[in-house]
């Protein structure tokens, strides 16, 4: 990275996103420069957080410059007011908010390194959200069933896949959560086996393995082998030749994979990667769980946000709604 004024662009260490340093970063001066870079390089741990910080602050800038602020010393309250009023016409309320947040969050970082004298988006009031009920498709017990044993399970590649899934529905993961297992993160401990995973914040979950999701994952280790280094992923890609790989499935892989098998099952498109934490919560709850245990299981903080994944009055609302006999 130079000390000149011009924008600059780099790899952020041990992560994929790509990071521009704009001409309104740039403008303040080399210190704004590295005081940029450290606000995602050395603040932000967690990978997926650190995508969607780069991405909102970036589009943030982008804005300033296009609309004349080409100074990051500038900005002030009435700026990130009228670019939130823009946002709010074009972005859900949710988008707006977490934009808004990585914004706030960066001026705070720059105020500590001196570069502004304050924080511009500090008094800058968000929309409000009030959810009660997620937006995350659910698929029903018998749906799920329907997709895992629609899957061909002939091949390395249909193994891993059925057992990728049974993970997701079973233990309520994350699919970064899911695909970033290692073989050392399933393992027994009595006579059941569990399942080690890093969930938000760094946090080290372990939870036990469901003998269905038990069972898919022993057949597809037996097929796959278990590599012996336990660093090693536990899903791994696969080559052209339908060849298992040393190399670990990404989000992506995970995304493309559930889509495809989605697809062949019939099943409706808008089912991502999501909805099996949202159906794992869910029929576990109208099978006699509480919300406290189902929190537990998904590691969330508050029960509130499990909440959001209970979807066990959609069908109860919709009947009650149709008693209105006109």
């Known amino acids: 990275m130079n000390d000149n004024q011009g924008p600059a662009s780099l790899n952020l260490p041990g992560g994929v996103e790509r990071l521009t340093v704009s001409a309104t970063i ?102 409000s959200v009030i959810m009660s009920r997620g937006k995350t498709p659910v698929l029903t017990a018998e749906q799920t069933r329907e997709l895992l044993d629609s899957i061909p399970i002939t091949d390395v590649c249909g193994l891993r896949d059925r057992a990728l899934i049974a993970v997701m529905v079973f233990s309520f993961a994350r699919v970064s959560a899911a695909v970033g297992l290692r073989v050392r993160d399933y393992f027994p401990e009595g006579k059941r086996w569990r399942l080690r995973l890093q969930e938000k914040g760094g ?40 060849a298992i790989t040393p190399h670990g499935m990404t989000r992506n892989d995970a995304f493309r994979m559930v889509k495809r098998r989605v697809r062949a099952a019939g099943l409706p498109a808008n089912v991502g990667c999501h909805t099996f934490r949202a159906t794992g919560i869910t029929t576990y709850l109208i099978n006699g ?21 209970d979807r066990r009055n959609d069908d109860i609302s919709l009947d009650e709604i149709e008693r209105i006999v006109i």
């Open 203 to 242: 946090k080290e979950h372990v939870v036990p393995c469901h003998h269905v999701a038990e069972d898919y994952l022993d057949q597809y280790l037996s097929t796959a082998g278990t590599p012996a280094d336990d660093n090693a992923s536990l899903f791994r890609t696969i080559d052209p030749r339908g």
């Open 289 to 309: 769980g509480t919300i406290e245990n189902a929190q537990a299981i998904a590691a969330h903080e508050s029960p509130r946000t499990t909440k959001l994944y």
């Open 26 to 127: 740039a403008a303040a001066g080399p210190h704004a420069v590295k005081r940029f870079v450290e606000f995602f390089a050395a603040t932000i741990r967690n990978r997926n957080t650190r995508g969607a910080y780069v991405n909102a602050v970036g589009h943030f800038l982008r804005w300033c410059e296009d609309h004349g602020v080409m100074d990051i010393r500038r900005v002030e309250p009435l700026v990130v007011a009228c670019y939130v009023e823009e946002l709010a016409a074009h972005y859900s309320k949710p988008t707006v908010k977490q934009r808004l947040a990585a914004v706030r969050t960066l001026f705070d970082w720059l105020v500590t390194g001196q570069v502004v004298q304050y924080n511009p988006a500090a008094s800058v009031r968000g929309p």
